[in-house]
């Protein structure tokens, strides 16, 4: 049985230990974000350390499952099975009812296995750049201010009716490559917040991206739009967004990426995504949802 449990300062040395046989940054990603946030979890097999992960809510009954990292010794399939199976349960206990997890695009051994043995369904692809530097001169076209919130109604219809929102199962991406539910309720807090912008044809919308400045990051989270007007809307973002941001990062959903990504590569000096495929599972609470 693995045995869950989060991490602390005393797991520093078995998780530079199992970190050498992964990304060289992948040290930095854990201390700098998964550990600092609460996120970091280790799992235990007969009193041993063997691996960690990150385990983060993105929601209030919402939870995502990203980067299992294993001993050599222990990378077997029923034991990162059971790690899974850990993390689930950690989730319920938190009042969650969905588990999501990020797999690469192209990694259908991972893929199959959370579906055939953990029932985990295959979600929508999103194409996703993390902190890409900015150039230092970007062509802007007209600015677009951010959305008013007495156009709740209007954006949610629009994204109800798009065929991007649904293949991606209606999610939206929230940063640190977690995503979240994309709901109207969260639609009316984004657009009291300024971070939805619109684009419009005669009154009409015909295209709808969110962002926000973190730190010196400009972060574009979700872009849903016609392809004769999505260059527009993302330069009339950009416009009104940048303000002294050096870097971007971009989610974008993968069924609209061949129209944006012209206009990334010609604002960032160097433009090389990954793409992922987001696996969800629907789970019982097994607690009350948190605040």
């Known amino acids: 049985m693995v045995v869950l449990r989060q991490a602390n300062d005393a797991d520093r040395a078995i998780i530079t230990e199992i970190s050498k046989h992964y990304d060289s940054n992948l040290v930095r990603l854990v201390y700098t974000s998964w550990q600092q946030q609460g996120h970091m979890y280790m799992a235990e097999l007969e009193g041993k350390t063997i691996g960690f992960c990150c385990l983060a809510f993105p929601a209030p009954t919402e939870a995502q499952i990203l980067g299992i990292r294993l001993l050599p010794e222990f990378r077997k399939e029923s034991i990162g099975q059971r790690f899974v199976i850990a993390l689930i349960q950690a989730a319920q206990e938190r009042g969650c009812n969905i588990v999501r997890t990020l797999t690469s695009s192209e990694n259908w051994e991972t893929q199959a296995a959370l579906q055939r043995n953990l029932g985990f369904q295959r979600g929508g692809t999103w194409v996703i750049g993390h902190q890409e530097r900015l150039r230092s001169k970007i062509n802007t076209g007209a600015v677009i201010q951010p959305s008013s919130p007495d156009r709740l109604e209007d954006i949610w219809q629009f994204l109800q009716y798009s065929s ?57 989270s979700y872009v849903d739009a016609n392809p004769s007007s999505i260059l527009d809307l993302l330069q009339g973002m950009l416009g009104c967004a940048l303000c002294n941001c050096r870097q971007l990062t971009t989610a974008i959903p993968s069924v609209c990426y061949q129209s944006v990504r012209p206009f990334l590569e010609q604002i960032v000096e160097k433009h090389l995504p990954d793409k992922w495929l987001v696996m969800e599972k629907e789970v019982s609470p097994l607690a009350l949802p948190r605040d």
């Open 164 to 220: 991007t929102y649904r293949l991606n199962e209606g999610l939206i991406f929230s940063g640190g490559y977690f995503f979240r539910s994309f709901s109207k309720a969260y639609l009316a807090q984004l657009l009291q917040h300024g971070q939805v912008f619109a684009s419009l044809e005669r009154e009409m919308i015909t295209g709808v991206a969110v962002s926000h400045c973190e730190g010196e990051t400009l972060v574009i």
